[in-house]
């Protein structure tokens, strides 16, 4: 099979498409033919390794341990291991989406319990947009219970792979949503049903003037003494992530700190690790037959070109998300 594959750790360059051994699913493990695959941040953390700190936690010191680059996909079950045909409710010819290891390529094995049936209405190329970016959006916003109807909601990074899907669960939870991000993606941000938009190029939210219930934060690296300023006294701050070039802890020590301080302060300042399993999906779909969730998908690039769709990604900042469409 064909896949986008990388021996070292590097840039875009260190990746190449390759003619490689098509894998066979172990017990619990499906086997998709690949349709479509996302490209989140993750991609690019594990492609340059960078933060240190993520080779620690397992994915490989020296090299990726996990050659074939992607994290979610949407596709078709061909195979189906151990136990049987039509073990862990999927049968052959399902189409489904989900999280694995290696869907930059035509044929992935993923976990039975990471993956559920596509959401009939989409796309393959749009159900690939879902898995990490909607999954962490429910998580930040709905499961943590942070927001509730009535609430003032603050999004940073509204027009993001997370933030676009936060923005609409937080309007659907009857939240009144603020939405920050550029000058040329206010517009977008006010399609996905923010109430209002702060261009952060040309206004600060940090003055203390306008005060907000809920912060989810996805990006622009904000102190969480700054962000604090923009909350109301028992306020709750959900810090998702943020892209930072620091290159042993990236973003990681901020989200520490605040939840370190949050005992002694009014206000509740937590840090999202978010899971990846069948139930988000399930979720997901739920939200998206509901008319609740709709996939923003910039721009597609065939497996070819898996590497520029990622240096796209990394560098022009592109409104939702970006896809590697495989078949
Ligand atoms: N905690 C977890 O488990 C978890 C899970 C998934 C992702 N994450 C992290 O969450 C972060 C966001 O992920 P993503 O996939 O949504 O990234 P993304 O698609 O790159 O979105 C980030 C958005 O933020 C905007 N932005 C950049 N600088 C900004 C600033 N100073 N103020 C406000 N907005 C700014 C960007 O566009 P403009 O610059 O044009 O506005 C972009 O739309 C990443 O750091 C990722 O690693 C964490």
Redesign the pocket.
């Given at each position: 099979m064909r896949a986008i594959i990388q021996d070292e750790y590097g840039d875009v360059d260190a990746l190449r498409l390759a003619d490689i051994e098509t894998p066979t699913p172990g017990a619990g493990e499906v086997l998709i033919r690949v349709k479509a695959a996302g490209i989140?941040?993750?991609v690019w953390?594990l492609m340059t390794g960078l933060p240190y700190l993520a080779r620690v936690m397992g994915f490989g010191l020296r090299r990726p341990k996990t050659k074939i680059k992607g994290r979610e996909f949407a596709g078709v079950v061909e195979a189906i291991g151990a136990p049987g045909k039509r073990a862990h409710g999927f049968t052959v010819g399902d189409e489904v989406y989900g999280y694995c290891e290696g869907s930059f390529a035509e044929f992935v094995c993923a976990r039975a319990d990471r993956i559920a049936p596509k959401p009939a209405s989409l796309s393959f190329e749009q159900a690939a947009a879902l898995p990490?970016?909607a999954g962490?959006a429910v998580q930040a916003v709905r499961d943590s219970g942070a927001v509730k109807a009535g609430q003032s909601v603050l999004v940073?990074?509204a027009?993001?792979?997370?933030?676009a899907f936060a923005v609409q669960i937080a309007k659907e939870l009857g939240a009144s949503v603020t939405g920050?991000?550029?000058t040329?993606?206010l517009e977008l941000v006010r399609s996905l049903g923010a109430d209002h938009v702060i261009d952060?190029t040309r206004e600060s939210f940090t003055t203390g003037i306008r005060l907000f219930d809920v912060i989810i934060d996805?990006?622009?690296?904000r102190s969480v003494a700054e962000l604090r300023k923009a909350l109301t006294p028992h306020g709750t701050l959900v810090i998702?992530?943020?892209?930072v070039d620091a290159p042993v802890f990236g973003?990681m020590g901020r989200p520490i700190g605040a939840s370190l301080k949050s005992p002694f302060v009014g206000q509740n300042l937590r840090?999202?690790?978010?899971g990846e399993n069948a139930g988000l999906l399930h979720s997901i779909t739920e939200l998206v037959d509901a008319g609740t969730l709709a996939p923003v998908v910039e721009s597609r690039y065939p497996l070819a070109e898996a590497p520029a769709a990622i240096r796209h990604?990394r560098d022009d900042?592109?409104?939702g998300?970006v896809v590697v469409t495989v078949a």
């Open positions: 989140d941040a993750g953390h990490i970016s962490t940073i990074g027009a993001g792979g997370v933030g920050v991000t550029s040329g993606k952060y996805t990006a622009g690296h998702v992530g943020s892209e973003g840090m999202l690790a978010a990604w900042h592109p409104a998300k």
